[in-house]
């Protein structure tokens, strides 16, 4: 198992990014990093990824057939076209010129593009598993509905009952960890080699 700051927090170097646009470098550097080590299968390296590392978890796998499998909780809009379409009626009209402007900031001042709305990542990830996760209540925005209408693959989902976004891990820690360890057991298998006839 590896687990990592994201980058500029924590221990980790770099300028912090709330969105994440550009972490799928990180993500990709992490299974660089256990497809080098011996003790790991390289065909069974799976990522579990919170809020914004869970975008960027579906971003990533989308861009790479190293990740296996994917968990992600709590992923929702992070660009103008899924917040717009979260909105009704007048709520897009006057909300549209804020929405721009802030995406026309950050991609300023992080120097990066927005990435694509995540349906479109979602749709590339099959034949490979998803799990998505989500809260009942206080969800950012639950946009799991979509998501799964988008996936090409098996695509699995568990609505927490307690918490908020992404709480479920402290809520439900037990819950939790059995829901996503069953879903990497039955993903991440081990591949039998066929005996001779």
């Known amino acids: 198992m590896l687990l990592y700051d994201r980058r500029g927090e924590g221990g980790s170097d770099g300028d912090p990014h709330a969105f994440g646009w550009s972490f799928d470098e990180d993500i990709r550097a ?9 003790d790991v299968d390289r065909g069974r390296i799976g990522g579990l990824g919170l809020s914004v590392g869970g975008e960027m978890m579906l ?15 709590g992923a929702g809009a992070r660009v103008v076209s ?7 009626g007048f709520g897009r009209y006057f909300s549209a010129p804020l929405l721009v402007t802030k995406t026309a900031a950050v991609a300023l001042f992080s ?8 349906t479109h990542y979602i749709a590339r990830i ?5 799990m998505l ?6 969800e950012v925005d639950n946009k799991t509905p979509e998501y799964l209408a988008a996936a090409r693959g098996p695509a699995a989902q568990w609505t927490v009952p307690k918490g908020g976004h992404t ?17 990497f057991g039955r993903t991440l298998r081990p591949i039998r080699p066929r005996r001779a006839p």
């Open 30 to 38: 992490g299974v660089a990093f256990l497809k080098a080590r011996a």
């Open 59 to 73: 971003q990533t796998a989308a861009g790479t057939k190293e990740l296996a499998a994917v968990v992600s909780d």
């Open 82 to 88: 899924e917040e717009i379409s979260d909105l009704d």
């Open 111 to 118: 120097n990066h593009a927005p990435p694509k709305d995540l």
């Open 126 to 130: 099959g034949p490979r598993p998803i």
């Open 133 to 138: 996760i989500h809260a009942a209540r206080n």
């Open 167 to 183: 709480a479920g891990i402290r809520t439900m820690p037990r819950e939790y960890e059995r829901r996503v360890v069953d879903f």
